[in-house]
Every structure is written in C-alpha cells, then in structure tokens.
C-alpha cells in the first residue's frame, strides 16, 4: 500500500502499553486513505478487492508483529454500491 494522503500522521498522541513479557501494544489512532484499482469490465456483476498491506519500514517481520483487531465501523458510511466485507 501506498499512502494515498499526502501527509501520514496520527491524529492524536498514543502511548504505548509495555506488558511484563515485553510485549509491546500501540494503537494510534488515524485516518488511513488510499485507492483501488478497479475494474469494471463485467459491471454490475463485478467484484472488487482493494487489498491493505501494512508493516514497517524501520523494523523486519522477526522485531515487529502487526495483529489484526476487530474493525471499527462506527464512521463507515454505507453506500447501495459497495459492501464492506472482510477476510
């Protein structure tokens, strides 16, 4: 993924939550924009799937772990041409 914002910056300030083990948990809270590539060759009967991709440019896969938590719709908006589905 490629930041489609033209600045990347959390919202607010977050602090991080350092457990007993060395587990380290921090979730800023931000607004992510990007785009899709879509294509609409069999319009409407098309699927779309905007794939996210998020790691770290500062540390590999064996020094950090990004987990999926459970996805906060509250301020998305539903439209009659697109479902929000999950994988």
Request: with cysteine; proline share 6%.
């Amino acid at each position: 993924m490629r930041n489609a914002d033209k600045i990347f910056d959390t919202l607010w300030p977050a602090n991080a939550i350092v457990s007993y083990n060395g587990t380290v948990v921090w979730i800023p809270p931000t607004v992510t924009k990007t785009t899709c590539k879509i294509d609409v060759t069999y319009f409407p009967f098309d699927d779309q799937r905007c794939p996210l991709k998020f790691g770290s440019w500062t540390y590999g896969g064996a020094q950090i772990d990004f987990t999926l938590g459970d996805v906060v719709q509250e301020t998305y908006v539903e439209n009659g041409e697109w479902v929000l589905m999950g994988e």
